[in-house]
C-alpha cells in the first residue's frame, strides 16, 4: 500500500500544434495608442525599429520572431496568463520595453488592472527593490490603460 | 466621439488584505516527498537551513519571509497561477532551488504537467539557451512528479 | 587544547527592533536638489512616480516599501555604511535609478567622495566592464554634489 | 594503445605580454563619427563622460581601465574577434553604451555587417528574447555604419 | 567630396540558409569523454538529462534545441568562433554547464588552449571577479582537455 | 547668499596608491578552516583550483586577480566594510563562492553577526526572494563561524 498521490488527469502531458491558436484581442493595438500617450510612443518607436530589423532579412532573427510568437498563443495556458507571465519575466529581468509590451498584450487580452498589480507583485519579491524604478514606470502606464 | 475602448469592468482595482486567503493544496509536502526523491532531498535540505535561519532571528528575515508568503495567496490571481509565475521568475533568474520550490507548490495546487511545461516555455524563450540547464533539471523533477 | 579561535565579543548577534533608529542626515533632499541639477531632476521623477504608486495603493508595494525603508535604519551597521552598501548593489546590478538614490542617501548622511570612490571601485571589480556606462553617470553626479 | 586525440600543436599555450599589439584600425573614430549620427552621439556622450571621470584620478579605475585595453589587443585571437565578442558578452547582459562601443570598434576592424549580425544571433539565442529591445537598437546602428 | 569611409565589400549582407553547414569536427565527444573525466561525467549527465527532456516530446523546446542548433553552423562567421563566442556568452551569464559545453565544442572545433584563455579574458574583464569561480571550474576542464 | 549645503571637508577626494594598506586580519585562514568544516572544505577547493589557475600563467588574469586584491586593501574605507559591500555584491550577484570568500574574510577582520547579518539583509532587500537559497547557505557557514 501507497500513501503517494494518485493523479490521473494530471499526466496528460503532450503540447501539440493543434492544441494552438492566436488569442482573441479585445482592443487592437490602434486603440491602446489612442488611449495611452505612453503606450503610442512605446509602439510607434517599436514599429519603426523593428521594421529595420525585418529589412536586413536575418533569418535566424525571423526563426526566432516566429518561435516567440507561438510561445505566447492559446494552450495548455490561457494566453492571458501567458502575456502576465511575460510581464513578471520582464520586471525580474528588468526590461522596460519588455514590460510595456506585455502589459500591453495582456490589457489587450481582457487582463485587469488588479491582476496586473498582483503579477508586478510575484516581480517584486522574486526581483526585490532593484525592480522598483520599472516598477513604477510601469505603474504610469497602467494609470493611463485603466482610466 | 471617441474610439478609446470603455472598460468599466476592468478598472476596479485595489487589492485589499481581506481578498486574500490560504490556497487550498491538493497534496501536502509529505505526499510529494513521498512521490518524488528529488522533491524529498530538495524538501529536506530546504527545511534543515531554515531551521538554521529561524534560529538566528533576524527580524527583517522574518518580515520579507512574512511578505514573500502573502504574495502566493489567493488574490485577485488564482494561487496556482501565481506559484507558475513564481516557476518563470526562478527559471528566467537561474535558481534551482527557487524552481523546485515553485514547482512543488504548483504541483501541490494541482496544475498539470501540461501547463508547467508551458509556463517554462514562456521562460525558455524570454531568458534564452542559458537556461536549458535549468530547465533540463527541472523537467526531471516533473518526470517524478507526474507519474 | 585547541587552536581555534575564541571571540566571545563576536558572537552577541540578535538585530532588535529597538536598535534601529532613523539616520539623521546632514542634509535634506531640498539641499541636494538645489546644489545638482541632475540630482533634482532625479528626486522630481522619483516623487512624481512615488506619487502615482501611491495612489493605487496596493497593499504588498506598501509593506514593501516600508521593509526596504528599514533595511537602512541605523542598526548593528552604521546607515551610511549601509546606504553605500545600497551603491554597491546598485552599480553591480546596474540601476541607475537605484545608484542615484543611494549615492544622494550617502551624501546626506557626509559619506565623502573618495568613499564614495571606493565603494563603485568594489563594484567595477566585482561587476566588471559592463558596469562603466552606469560608473561614469555616477560620476557626473559625484561632480555636481562633491564641489 | 590509446584513442586519445594526440594535440601537441593546440597545447602551446602562454600568453606573453610581447605577443599582444594594438591592432590597426581601418577607420579612425571620427570617420565613424561622420558617417553614423547615431554613433557620433554615443561617443560624443562617452568623450565627454570619460573626462570627468579622468579629472577624478581614481587609480583603481585608471588600472581597470588600463586591463581593459589590453584585453581587446592582438594576440592569440585577432583583435576583430575580440570586439566581437565583446558585443556578444555586452548583448547578453544587455548594456546599449557597451554594444555601440563594441560594434563600432569591430567596424573599425574590418568586421562586416553579416558577422556582426551573426555574433548578435548568438547573443539572441543565448539570452532570448529579453535582448531583442537591445539587439533592435543594435540593428538601427548597423544600419547607418553599413550603407 | 566626403570623407565618410566607402566600404562597398563590408555592405554585402544577407546571412541565408545556403550558406550555412555543419562544422567538421576534429574530435568526436566520444574522444573528448576519453580524454578528460570532467567532459566525462559532464557529457553522460547532459546525455540523460536531455533524454529525460526528449521523452517529454514538448514541440516547442524541440524547435528552440532546433534554432541553437542552427546558429552555430558554419556561416559568415566560422563555427569555432561561435563556439567561443558561446564561452564568452556563459562565463558572462555564469552557467557552468554552458562553459562546459561551449569550451568541449570549441575544443573539438581546433581552438587552442590560449584561443580558449583570451576568450575567457574578455568575459572576465567584461563580467568582473563575480565570473573567477567559473574561470576556475573552466581553467579545471581545460587542463585535462589540452595535456 | 546662497542656502546651497558648504562641505569642504567631504571634497578632499583623490585616494592614491601610498593611503593604501593590507589590512590586518585577527584570524589566520587556517584557524577559520579549523574552526568551521564549511569552511575548510571551500577554502581546500579554492586553493586546489587556483593553483591550477596559477600554472597556466596568464599575465591577465594575474594582472586582474592583483587588481582585484588592491580594491580590498584599507584606504579612504576600512576593509571591513569593504569585505562587507563584496558580501552584498557577491549575495546580490548570486554566487555561493564568492559569498563563502568575502563572509569568511568580514570574519578574518572582526566583523561581528549582526553586521554580516545586516549586510545581507541589505541584499536581500535589494534583490529579492531569489537570493533567499544563497542567504540560507550563508547563514549555514556564520553559524559554524561564530560559536
Known amino acids: 500500500m501507497t500513501t503517494e498521490p494518485t493523479t490521473p488527469e494530471l499526466t496528460t502531458s503532450a503540447i501539440t500544434a493543434k492544441d494552438r491558436k492566436e488569442p482573441a484581442f479585445l482592443f487592437s493595438e ?13 509602439l510607434d518607436n517599436r514599429t519603426r525599429l523593428n521594421e529595420n530589423v525585418d529589412k536586413a532579412g536575418n533569418f535566424l532573427v525571423k526563426r526566432f520572431y516566429n518561435l516567440d510568437h507561438n510561445t ?67 505603474y504610469e502606464l497602467l494609470a493611463e490603460l485603466y482610466v
Chains 1, 2, 3, 4, 5, 6 share one sequence.
Open 72 to 138: 505566447y498563443l492559446e494552450g495548455a495556458l490561457p494566453a492571458k496568463y501567458k502575456e502576465l507571465m511575460g510581464v513578471i519575466a520582464s520586471v525580474c529581468l528588468r526590461c522596460d520595453d519588455c514590460i510595456y509590451y506585455h502589459a500591453i498584450q495582456s490589457y489587450r487580452l481582457g487582463v485587469t488592472r488588479a491582476e496586473q498589480e498582483e503579477a508586478i507583485n510575484v516581480a517584486l519579491i522574486v526581483g526585490g527593490s532593484i525592480v522598483i524604478p520599472h516598477m513604477r514606470r510601469a
Open 30 to 42: 490602434k486603440q491602446v495608442a489612442e488611449k495611452s500617450e505612453l503606450a503610442r510612443r512605446f
